[in-house]
């Protein structure tokens, strides 16, 4: 089964910086971009951006600047990383896989990764 | 750009049918798919429809997508609602750079 496994909440103080983990399983971690998107508390989804494994990552035009997206296939892992971080950063982060066809939408979703930033 | 329009709330009693809208501001909605995700409190979004009317295998075919030109808008109807349907419900497409783009959400009651 197609497992994407996120690492555990983190609490940052304003200016810092995270980087979550995505840990995939399942299948072919080349085969699909994964994406990264996250929820404000009480809001909706919001979409920051793609990694496709095998290039690099491309960023919603909101993050530009402050995210990365990287992907190690050697341990089929992507990784979501927010500098400058704010208070209005606190949101479940989720990473999500692709569907083979890019088109058909997001197929498979992490458990979800909670950051708090806090003072 | 674009932005999907959805209604904040529905409200509907079980076993009936509620019918959600998601209207593209700019552009055809039927220039690229559009997906349905189903969220639950405390869960993880999961994919009910994706390219317009196609249901996931473990989807009930309660879950209907739809797409209407004259409005340009997409419809996800659910029908003989139980408790278990209710909800929030995303609508999703993408835009010109292949970015993705949700709707704000529907929070279906029932």
């Known amino acids: 089964q197609v497992h994407l496994v996120q690492s555990a909440a983190e609490v940052k103080r304003p200016g810092a910086s995270m980087k979550i983990s995505c840990k995939t399983s399942?299948?072919?971690?080349?085969?699909?971009?994964v994406h990264w998107v996250r929820q404000a508390p009480g809001q909706g989804l919001e979409w920051m951006g793609r990694?496709?494994?095998?290039?690099?990552?491309t960023y919603a035009q909101k993050f530009e600047g402050r995210v990365t997206m990287t992907g190690d296939t050697s341990i089929t892992t992507a990784y979501l990383e927010l500098t400058g971080l704010r208070f209005d950063d606190t949101a479940v982060y989720y990473c999500?896989?692709?569907?083979?066809?890019?088109?058909?939408?997001?197929?498979?979703w992490g458990q979800g990764t909670t950051v708090t930033v806090s003072s | 750009n674009f932005m999907l329009t959805q209604p904040h709330s529905v409200s509907e009693s079980p076993g009936k049918t509620v019918i959600i809208s998601c209207t593209r501001s700019?552009?055809?909605?039927?220039?690229?798919?559009v997906q349905w995700y189903q969220q639950r409190p405390g869960s993880s979004p999961t994919i009910v429809i994706f390219?317009?009317?196609?249901?996931p295998s473990g989807v009930p075919a309660r879950f209907s997508g739809s797409i209407d030109r004259s409005s340009n808008s997409a419809s996800l109807t659910i029908s003989g609602l139980t408790t278990e349907d209710e909800a929030d419900y995303y609508c999703?497409?993408?835009?010109?750079?292949?970015?993705?783009?949700f709707g704000g959400g529907t929070k279906l009651t029932v």
């Open positions: 990694i496709n494994p095998n290039a690099g990552g």
């Open positions: 999500a896989r692709a569907a083979r066809y890019y088109y058909s939408g997001i197929d498979y």
């Open positions: 390219e317009g009317n196609q249901r």
């Open positions: 399942g299948y072919t971690f080349t085969d699909h971009h």
């Open positions: 999703q497409s993408y835009d010109t750079n292949n970015d993705v783009v």
């Open positions: 700019n552009g055809s909605i039927a220039s690229t798919f």
